[in-house]
């Protein structure tokens, strides 16, 4: 029994730490942009993409060692915020003082874009792939739960890149713009900070975070397929709202609850399995109209 | 019925922790133009809000013609008589000048979904009787805004713009009607037109109540019968232009600034 | 004005050319998966269908065959499109359709509404032949014979605590339904049962959770993408215990995905290698001529035979080419000696074939049962727990 | 009199080209001719002397347009008598018509991005499929129809009160979670049918007729689809009318005040709730009907045919088409639903199509095809432009 509930509290942690990644993006986006950009679930499809073509390139010349490994996670990070940017120079930048409506409408698009795109170009893109073991293989026994090594290796990368997420936002110049940007844009502007170089930081950022969160995906369920964006993008999203759209830690509370609710619910509840999604959508229907500030954000007052 | 149309008693608007406007208690005569004019982020907006039902005070309670409407509805309001401007025109930009002064009447015009649907004839002379008395009241203000009528409100020029919204809030008919410093953005030329044309309004409407908040003191000074004077949210002073302009608290509000510029 | 006119006119002159001058010809339609998730299996069926097709155009028939061939994407609504389009078309006189069950499911009454033959030539649900439509045959076994077939082969191994986890497709719950009492019949127990939905990731609370009841066995109902993360996450959380599948998952694509996590996995399918079939070996030398660019699929022979059956029903149909005598002449099909064996009809057009057989992954491949290692004790199965 | 045969020969003029566009079998000829469409259609606007001639004929016999208009889109389906299955797609465009005006009531009139759409259409088609063919009722259909349409309204009511106060993302975010929640509790319900849907859904019989038969008439045997085209189009009708009505009432000029600035809406004493509420309820109605008329044509349905991606084509179809502008969203709505038949051989770009229409519409020109225009208050009689 012991053994269920803290392999079960692991598989919350996996869920959670996967989440977290995405949902960090949505919240940085929402809080400097006003923007919920519903691409970015297919950016973290992307960059799985990405790693498993560079893997299978790499591979062929040099195998799977350390330094290839670190490699694949460097170049995917850096074709993912090339990615991200252009999404933003061609087509959010371009309607900045356009309605509202149409960035939305046109992350949606941009969202299809990338995703039928990977299915249409990708070789054998509508199949699922199997994503190559970059991890070591051993697995350990600890209090009854069965941990493989990537798995460690997962919360161990997952900490680290919202740990220097953190200390980017809180200690630099840069990261201080964007808390700026966020906290008032139209104070930000008067005190100086270059609004467009910012949300292009912004951008690097969350899209840097879902590109890596794409690898790690791959990493844990060992397939990839091009659709499973979109089912990230609304986790990743609803997550963040769980935990209050614009902040950055609120997005990581917001993907343990969820992960945690998910978990239970497919493991405890009759039908679990089958209706843990709509379980979900139910609950952030439910943040959205109670407490659309979720669970750490601030409300907001309109200004007429 | 008393004098008074509007007694606003001890309100307290609350942001977060902020107090935007503390416990402001000021009464308008009926027929009066009233003024409130303060240094920025005084709260005269708020107050306007407040009175208008976009915001809710924490504590302190609005009459209107000796009704109760704190925490009334703004749709509501409208129907019991308030109408209003906005500080940067809040027109419906993308709709025709005819349609924002249509829109003006709305309480006054009921047409709910089976009428709209089942009884055109209904429907048609609703409008033709709408249009005809928008074109007069827009004839009123100035001719040109008829000849545009079928034109984006956003084409007009800025003065134009700032007459149709007067127009609109006049469409509904209403006993008082806030004016959110409707001389922002002219010139001098302009503002001195505009004079008029308020005065104007209570020949249009008898016994019409305005409240103006405003920047131009020449304005000010020239329409309004009296003047409440606000800053950081609290009542400074209140009497005719003339009896406010030499009350020191006023001037060191405006740090020594001259009100007449 | 005048322009205007002379313009309308032209455009009437071209429009009065496109005419429709024809021999009488034949259409024969094929409908599978050729693109999507289960494209190799379309494509495998669609190739053999070819194959047929130019065998018999060598014949010198007294019609002129036209093959029709129609892409389903395993939806069942673009399925129905699908054939709608063949139903709609006169010229098409038989259809051979449809590898995925509910496809199948949900074409039957269309075809059935415009007296159109159809032939299945992968779909193995069992309410495909349960409608008693006369204009409905099928060659695959039903999957109730795969699934009693199954729960007797596991129990005769000596596994008794089962764990079913099915996708909520009719396929998937087509397939729990009849495993599950079979197995109760044979005196098993199942554990646990739990849907999923296609496309679910994320394993692991169930996994967890079955672990717990301490199964012999974890039998899925359902396709190989998730076969293979069910399998995959079985090692994650530790779970210790056989895992089975249906047809659904006895293909390559549950290998490559699973990759060495595959070894030792058992699954069903009621195609026996191509080699162990009465004709097999003849068949494949003729798809390999055929020089497709696309593999042998385990479904071609079924939509090989399929093909044949239908072009000699149309040669005994022949000179009344209509869809009634088609119909008629497919069910009159007496012993027709196909690739898969001699093939007939019952009342309700299902086959008497019955080709179910164990298969186990060995190295990377799927070995039949009898000839695996597991088989002759050299390599071992989970084992059934005390 | 002159104006009057520009009118005719103009209309005329669009129904051969669009007869001949839809025939036309090569994939290089139809794009030769969407090319020169394209290039006539841009021609004519650039000239002053035919743009104003054109205007002239229109806006002076606007009763002639309207009515010769109407007689032409029913003489239209009769060129498709050879092939019912383009009756049959032309069909579908009919029902999307429709739905994409129920989906203005939200996106264009009050900018609600309702990208869960679909649910409505669903719940409409399910609500039929569940009465007629798993209950097996014989109401009237036009009572199932109004049944239909109600219980969309009461879910759309459902989706309506508890977002009242959001707006922008936070709604559209809503109605994906509610989509979503809608397509898989469909998916998973067993009293559903589940991922297997409905099957064998009976025909629609009105007054009598049973739109399933085939019909003759002068000799001529007319496919069934057709029935349904004449069905579906004079709801079609309907619906734009009742559209077109509200439009031009109070309500959608409140309802375009709103969506410009709902601060200064409820200044003027708009009561914002009660005409959201409208738009929900008669949007989610009008998506309910058409699902009405999907089902029986389709005769199966499945939670496949309602999913995000039809969410997000009717969103497409709008924007593409023209925000608040009726015939504008009829013109995207057909071409967006005709266009995956066309290009067949591009079927698999169909979605990757619609996204690029969507983002260089958004960016380029976001008032779409035939924008909105601003009221005339011409129908009326008595405020004509000088």
Same mark, same amino acid.
């Given at each position: 029994?012991?053994s269920?509930?803290s392999?079960?509290?692991?598989?919350?942690i996996?869920?959670?730490?996967?989440?977290s990644?995405?949902?960090i993006?949505?919240?940085?986006?929402?809080?400097?942009l006003?923007?919920?950009?519903?691409?970015h679930?297919d950016?973290?499809?992307?960059g799985?993409?990405?790693?498993l073509?560079l893997?299978m390139?790499v591979a062929?010349f040099?195998?799977?060692?350390?330094?290839t490994?670190?490699?694949?996670f460097l170049?995917?990070?850096?074709?993912?915020v /090339?990615?991200?940017?252009?999404?933003y120079?061609?087509?959010?930048?371009?309607?900045?003082?356009?309605?509202?409506l149409?960035?939305?409408?046109?992350?949606?698009?941009?969202?299809?874009f990338?995703?039928?795109?990977?299915?249409?170009?990708f070789?054998?893109?509508?199949s699922p792939?199997?994503?190559?073991?970059?991890f070591?293989?051993?697995?350990?026994?600890?209090?009854g739960?069965?941990?493989p090594a990537?798995?460690?290796? /997962?919360?161990?990368?997952?900490?680290?890149?919202v740990?220097?997420?953190?200390?980017?936002?809180n200690?630099?110049?840069?990261?201080?713009s964007i808390?700026a940007?966020a906290q008032?844009?139209?104070?930000?502007l008067?005190?100086?900070?270059?609004?467009?170089?910012? /949300?292009?930081?912004t951008?690097?950022?969350?899209?840097?975070?879902?590109?890596?969160?794409g690898i790690?995906?791959?990493?844990?369920?060992?397939?990839?397929?091009?659709?499973?964006?979109?089912?990230?993008?609304?986790?990743?999203?609803?997550?963040?709202v769980?935990?209050?759209?614009?902040?950055?830690y609120?997005?990581?509370?917001?993907s343990?609850?969820?992960?945690?609710?998910?978990?239970?619910?497919?493991a405890f509840?009759p039908?679990?399995?089958?209706?843990?999604?709509v379980f979900?959508f139910?609950?952030?229907?439910?943040?959205?109209?109670?407490r659309?500030s979720?669970l750490?954000?601030?409300k907001?007052?309109?200004?007429? | 019925m008393s004098?008074n149309?509007?007694?606003v008693?001890?309100?307290?608007?609350?942001?977060?922790?902020?107090?935007?406007?503390?416990?402001?208690?000021?009464?308008?005569?009926?027929?009066e133009?009233y003024?409130?004019?303060?240094p920025?982020?005084a709260g005269?907006t708020?107050?306007?809000n407040?009175?208008?039902?976009i915001?809710?005070?924490?504590?302190?309670?609005?009459?209107?013609?000796?009704?109760?409407?704190?925490g009334v509805?703004?749709?509501?309001?409208?129907?019991?008589?308030i109408?209003?401007?906005?500080q940067?025109?809040r027109?419906?930009?993308?709709?025709s000048?005819?349609?924002n002064v249509?829109?003006?009447?709305?309480t006054?015009?009921?047409m709910?979904?089976?009428?709209?649907i089942?009884?055109?004839d209904y429907?048609?002379?609703e409008?033709?009787?709408?249009?005809k008395e928008?074109?007069?009241?827009?004839?009123?203000?100035?001719?040109?805004?008829?000849?545009r009528?079928?034109h984006?409100?956003?084409?007009l020029?800025h003065?134009?713009?700032?007459?149709?919204?007067?127009?609109?809030?006049?469409?509904s008919?209403p006993d008082?009607?806030l004016?959110?410093?409707?001389s922002?953005?002219?010139?001098?030329?302009?503002?001195?037109?505009?004079?008029?044309?308020?005065k104007?309004?209570q020949?249009?409407r008898?016994n019409?109540t305005m409240?103006?908040?405003?920047?131009?003191?020449?304005?000010?000074?020239?329409?309004?019968d009296?003047?409440?004077?606000?800053?950081h949210?609290k009542?400074?002073?209140e009497?005719?232009?003339?009896?406010?302009?030499s009350?020191p608290?006023?001037?060191s509000?405006?740090?020594?600034?001259?009100?007449?510029? | 004005?005048?322009?205007?006119?002379?313009?309308?006119?032209?455009?009437?002159l071209?429009?009065?050319?496109?005419?429709?001058a024809?021999?009488?010809?034949?259409?024969?339609?094929f409908i599978?998966p050729?693109?999507?998730p289960?494209?190799?299996q379309?494509l495998g069926?669609?190739n053999?269908?070819?194959?047929?097709?130019?065998?018999?155009?060598k014949?010198?028939?007294p019609?002129?065959?036209v093959?029709?061939?129609l892409?389903?994407?395993?939806?069942?609504?673009?399925?129905?499109?699908a054939?709608?389009?063949?139903?709609?078309?006169?010229?098409?006189l038989v259809?051979?359709?449809?590898?995925?069950?509910?496809?199948?499911l949900?074409?039957i009454?269309?075809?059935h509404?415009?007296?159109?033959?159809?032939?299945?030539?992968?779909a193995v649900?069992?309410?495909?032949?349960?409608?008693?439509?006369?204009?409905v045959?099928r060659?695959?076994?039903?999957l109730t014979?795969?699934?009693?077939?199954?729960?007797?082969f596991?129990t005769?191994?000596?596994?008794?605590r089962?764990?079913?986890?099915?996708e909520?497709?009719?396929?998937?719950?087509?397939?729990?339904?009849v495993?599950t009492?079979?197995?109760?019949?044979?005196?098993?127990?199942?554990?646990s049962?739990?849907?999923?939905?296609?496309?679910?990731?994320n394993?692991? &609370?169930?996994?967890?959770?079955?672990?717990?009841?301490? &199964?012999?066995?974890?039998?899925y109902?359902g396709?190989? &993408?998730?076969?293979?993360?069910?399998v995959?996450q079985m090692?994650?959380v530790?779970?210790?215990?056989?895992?089975v599948?249906i047809?659904?998952?006895?293909?390559?694509?549950f290998?490559?995905?699973?990759?060495e996590?595959?070894?030792?996995?058992?699954?069903?399918v009621?195609?026996?290698?191509?080699?162990?079939l &009465?004709?097999?070996k003849?068949?494949?030398e003729?798809y390999k001529?055929a020089h497709f660019?696309?593999d042998i699929?385990?479904?071609s022979p079924h939509?090989?035979?399929a093909?044949?059956?239908a072009?000699e029903a149309?040669?005994r149909?022949?000179p009344?080419?209509n869809?009634?005598n088609?119909v008629?002449?497919i069910?009159?099909?007496k012993d027709?000696?196909g690739?898969?064996?001699k093939?007939?009809?019952?009342?309700?057009?299902?086959?008497?074939?019955v080709?179910i057989?164990?298969?186990?992954?060995?190295?990377g491949k799927?070995?039949?049962?009898e000839?695996?290692?597991?088989?002759?004790g050299?390599?071992?199965?989970?084992?059934?727990?005390? | 009199? %002159?104006?009057?045969?520009?009118?005719l020969l103009?209309?005329?003029?669009?129904l051969?080209?669009s007869v001949?566009?839809?025939?036309?079998?090569?994939t290089?000829?139809?794009?030769l001719?969407?090319?020169?469409?394209?290039?006539?259609i841009?021609?004519?606007?650039k000239n002053?002397?035919?743009?104003y001639?054109l205007?002239?004929?229109?806006?002076?016999?606007?009763?002639? +347009?309207?009515?010769l208009?109407?007689?032409l889109?029913?003489i239209?389906?009769?060129?498709?008598?050879?092939?019912?299955?383009?009756?049959f797609v032309?069909?579908i465009?009919v029902?999307?018509?429709i739905l994409a005006?129920g989906?203005?009531m939200?996106?264009?009139?009050?900018?609600l991005?309702?990208?869960?759409?679909?649910?409505?259409?669903?719940i409409? +088609?399910?609500t039929?499929?569940?009465i007629t063919a798993?209950?097996?009722?014989?109401?009237?259909?036009l009572?199932?129809?109004?049944?239909?349409g109600?219980v969309?309204?009461i879910?759309?009511?459902l989706?309506?009160?508890?977002?009242? %106060?959001?707006?922008?993302?936070?709604?559209?975010?809503t109605?994906i979670? =509610?989509?979503?929640?809608?397509?898989?509790?469909i998916?998973?319900?067993?009293?559903?049918?589940?991922?297997?849907?409905?099957?064998?859904?009976?025909h629609i019989s009105?007054f009598g007729?049973n739109?399933?038969?085939?019909?003759?008439?002068f000799?001529y045997?007319?496919? =069934?689809?057709?029935?349904?085209?004449?069905?579906?189009?004079v709801i079609m009708?309907?619906?734009?009318?009742?559209?077109?009505?509200?439009?031009?009432?109070?309500?959608?000029?409140s309802w375009?005040?709103?969506?410009?600035?709902?601060?200064?809406?409820?200044a003027q004493?708009?009561?914002i709730?009660?005409?959201?509420i409208?738009?929900?309820?008669?949007?989610? =109605?009008?998506?309910?009907v058409?699902?009405?008329i999907?089902a029986p044509?389709?005769g199966?349905i499945?939670?496949?045919?309602?999913?995000?991606?039809?969410?997000?084509?009717?969103?497409a179809?709008?924007?593409?088409? %023209?925000?608040?502008?009726?015939?504008?969203?009829?013109?995207?709505?057909?071409?967006l639903?005709?266009?995956?038949?066309k290009?067949?051989?591009?079927s698999?770009?169909?979605m990757?199509?619609?996204?690029?229409?969507?983002?260089?519409?958004?960016?380029?020109?976001p008032q779409?095809?035939?924008p909105?225009?601003i009221?005339?208050?011409?129908?009326?009689?008595?405020?004509?432009?000088?």
């Amino acid at each position: 029994m012991l053994s269920t509930v803290s392999q079960q509290l692991l598989n919350v942690i996996m869920l959670g730490s996967l989440y977290s990644l995405v949902a960090i993006g949505f919240t940085l986006f929402f809080g400097v942009l006003d923007l919920i950009n519903f691409a970015h679930g297919d950016v973290f499809m992307l960059g799985s993409f990405v790693a498993l073509f560079l893997f299978m390139t790499v591979a062929f010349f040099s195998g799977v060692n350390f330094f290839t490994v670190l490699l694949l996670f460097l170049i995917t990070g850096f074709i993912v915020v /090339i990615a991200g940017l252009l999404i933003y120079k061609l087509t959010i930048k371009p309607l900045a003082t356009s309605p509202p409506l149409m960035m939305l409408l046109v992350t949606v698009g941009v969202s299809i874009f990338i995703r039928e795109g990977v299915m249409l170009f990708f070789p054998d893109g509508a199949s699922p792939h199997p994503f190559p073991k970059i991890f070591p293989e051993t697995t350990y026994t600890f209090l009854g739960m069965n941990i493989p090594a990537g798995y460690i290796f /997962i919360i161990v990368i997952s900490i680290f890149l919202v740990v220097a997420m953190s200390i980017f936002v809180n200690k630099t110049k840069l990261g201080m713009s964007i808390r700026a940007t966020a906290q008032d844009r139209e104070a930000a502007l008067m005190m100086g900070v270059d609004i467009d170089k910012t /949300i292009a930081v912004t951008f690097i950022i969350g899209s840097l975070l879902a590109g890596i969160g794409g690898i790690l995906n791959g990493a844990y369920y060992s397939t990839i397929k091009y659709d499973m964006g979109f089912i990230a993008g609304i986790k990743g999203f609803s997550c963040s709202v769980v935990g209050g759209l614009g902040n950055v830690y609120g997005a990581i509370v917001g993907s343990f609850v969820i992960a945690f609710l998910e978990t239970i619910g497919a493991a405890f509840l009759p039908f679990g399995a089958e209706y843990k999604d709509v379980f979900t959508f139910i609950i952030v229907i439910i943040f959205l109209v109670i407490r659309p500030s979720g669970l750490m954000g601030e409300k907001k007052f309109e200004k007429v | 019925m008393s004098e008074n149309i509007l007694r606003v008693e001890n309100i307290t608007i609350q942001f977060g922790g902020l107090k935007a406007v503390e416990d402001v208690s000021f009464e308008v005569k009926k027929g009066e133009i009233y003024g409130i004019i303060g240094p920025n982020g005084a709260g005269k907006t708020t107050i306007l809000n407040a009175i208008s039902g976009i915001y809710t005070p924490v504590t302190g309670k609005i009459y209107f013609k000796d009704k109760d409407i704190t925490g009334v509805e703004p749709h509501i309001l409208v129907e019991w008589g308030i109408a209003r401007t906005f500080q940067n025109s809040r027109l419906f930009w993308d709709l025709s000048v005819l349609d924002n002064v249509l829109l003006g009447m709305h309480t006054r015009k009921k047409m709910g979904l089976f009428r709209a649907i089942f009884n055109r004839d209904y429907v048609n002379q609703e409008f033709r009787d709408s249009i005809k008395e928008a074109e007069e009241l827009m004839t009123f203000f100035n001719p040109e805004l008829v000849e545009r009528k079928f034109h984006d409100a956003k084409s007009l020029p800025h003065a134009d713009k700032r007459r149709l919204e007067i127009c609109r809030a006049l469409a509904s008919n209403p006993d008082l009607i806030l004016l959110d410093e409707p001389s922002a953005g002219m010139d001098p030329a302009e503002t001195r037109v505009l004079m008029e044309e308020l005065k104007k309004i209570q020949e249009l409407r008898e016994n019409i109540t305005m409240i103006i908040i405003e920047h131009d003191m020449r304005l000010i000074g020239g329409v309004t019968d009296r003047v409440l004077v606000l800053d950081h949210g609290k009542k400074i002073s209140e009497g005719t232009f003339a009896q406010v302009s030499s009350d020191p608290r006023v001037i060191s509000a405006y740090l020594g600034g001259s009100l007449d510029a | 004005m005048r322009r205007i006119f002379i313009f309308v006119l032209a455009f009437l002159l071209l429009f009065s050319t496109i005419g429709f001058a024809g021999k009488p010809i034949v259409k024969i339609a094929f409908i599978g998966p050729l693109t999507g998730p289960a494209a190799f299996q379309g494509l495998g069926g669609r190739n053999a269908f070819k194959l047929a097709i130019m065998e018999a155009k060598k014949q010198n028939l007294p019609f002129k065959l036209v093959p029709v061939i129609l892409d389903d994407q395993s939806d069942p609504t673009v399925a129905v499109n699908a054939a709608l389009k063949v139903c709609s078309d006169k010229r098409v006189l038989v259809s051979i359709s449809h590898w995925n069950s509910p496809c199948a499911l949900a074409t039957i009454d269309t075809f059935h509404r415009y007296g159109l033959a159809t032939i299945v030539w992968g779909a193995v649900h069992p309410g495909i032949t349960q409608k008693g439509y006369k204009e409905v045959s099928r060659i695959p076994t039903p999957l109730t014979f795969q699934n009693r077939f199954a729960a007797k082969f596991l129990t005769n191994l000596g596994y008794k605590r089962f764990a079913v986890i099915y996708e909520t497709s009719d396929y998937g719950k087509g397939h729990k339904d009849v495993f599950t009492k079979a197995i109760k019949e044979l005196g098993g127990e199942i554990v646990s049962e739990d849907g999923i939905v296609a496309g679910e990731r994320n394993f692991q &609370p169930i996994l967890t959770k079955i672990k717990a009841k301490n &199964p012999d066995v974890v039998y899925y109902g359902g396709y190989s &993408p998730e076969a293979a993360l069910i399998v995959t996450q079985m090692k994650s959380v530790g779970l210790n215990a056989q895992f089975v599948g249906i047809s659904g998952i006895s293909d390559a694509k549950f290998i490559k995905l699973a990759k060495e996590n595959a070894e030792g996995t058992i699954g069903f399918v009621d195609s026996p290698p191509m080699d162990k079939l &009465p004709k097999g070996k003849e068949f494949m030398e003729k798809y390999k001529k055929a020089h497709f660019k696309e593999d042998i699929a385990p479904y071609s022979p079924h939509a090989y035979d399929a093909t044949w059956i239908a072009i000699e029903a149309l040669k005994r149909a022949y000179p009344k080419l209509n869809r009634k005598n088609v119909v008629k002449e497919i069910r009159n099909t007496k012993d027709y000696d196909g690739v898969l064996g001699k093939i007939s009809f019952d009342e309700n057009g299902q086959s008497n074939i019955v080709t179910i057989v164990a298969r186990v992954v060995q190295d990377g491949k799927w070995v039949l049962w009898e000839d695996s290692e597991y088989a002759k004790g050299i390599r071992k199965l989970v084992p059934p727990k005390k | 009199m %002159g104006k009057i045969l520009t009118v005719l020969l103009i209309e005329l003029l669009i129904l051969i080209v669009s007869v001949f566009a839809l025939k036309i079998e090569s994939t290089v000829g139809f794009l030769l001719l969407l090319v020169s469409i394209v290039f006539a259609i841009y021609y004519g606007a650039k000239n002053e002397k035919i743009r104003y001639r054109l205007q002239d004929a229109f806006s002076s016999s606007r009763r002639f +347009a309207l009515i010769l208009g109407i007689i032409l889109i029913f003489i239209f389906p009769l060129f498709f008598m050879d092939s019912p299955y383009w009756v049959f797609v032309i069909t579908i465009g009919v029902i999307y018509i429709i739905l994409a005006i129920g989906l203005n009531m939200m996106l264009g009139s009050l900018d609600l991005v309702n990208l869960g759409f679909a649910a409505f259409f669903g719940i409409g +088609a399910y609500t039929v499929g569940m009465i007629t063919a798993k209950y097996g009722l014989h109401l009237p259909y036009l009572i199932v129809l109004l049944l239909a349409g109600i219980v969309a309204m009461i879910f759309g009511l459902l989706l309506c009160l508890p977002t009242m %106060g959001m707006k922008g993302y936070y709604f559209s975010l809503t109605t994906i979670a =509610f989509g979503l929640a809608v397509e898989l509790t469909i998916n998973n319900l067993e009293w559903t049918g589940g991922p297997g849907g409905i099957k064998n859904i009976p025909h629609i019989s009105l007054f009598g007729l049973n739109l399933g038969d085939s019909y003759t008439v002068f000799g001529y045997d007319l496919p =069934f689809q057709l029935n349904y085209f004449y069905f579906a189009l004079v709801i079609m009708l309907l619906v734009m009318l009742v559209a077109w009505l509200i439009h031009n009432s109070r309500i959608g000029l409140s309802w375009n005040a709103i969506k410009e600035d709902d601060i200064a809406a409820r200044a003027q004493g708009i009561n914002i709730k009660v005409y959201r509420i409208y738009a929900f309820a008669i949007g989610s =109605f009008i998506a309910g009907v058409a699902g009405a008329i999907f089902a029986p044509l389709m005769g199966y349905i499945a939670p496949t045919n309602f999913t995000y991606a039809h969410s997000i084509t009717m969103v497409a179809m709008v924007i593409l088409g %023209g925000i608040d502008n009726i015939m504008g969203i009829a013109l995207g709505a057909f071409l967006l639903s005709i266009a995956p038949e066309k290009f067949r051989a591009f079927s698999d770009y169909r979605m990757l199509i619609y996204a690029l229409i969507i983002i260089l519409m958004v960016i380029y020109r976001p008032q779409g095809l035939i924008p909105k225009k601003i009221r005339k208050y011409d129908f009326i009689g008595g405020a004509k432009d000088e």
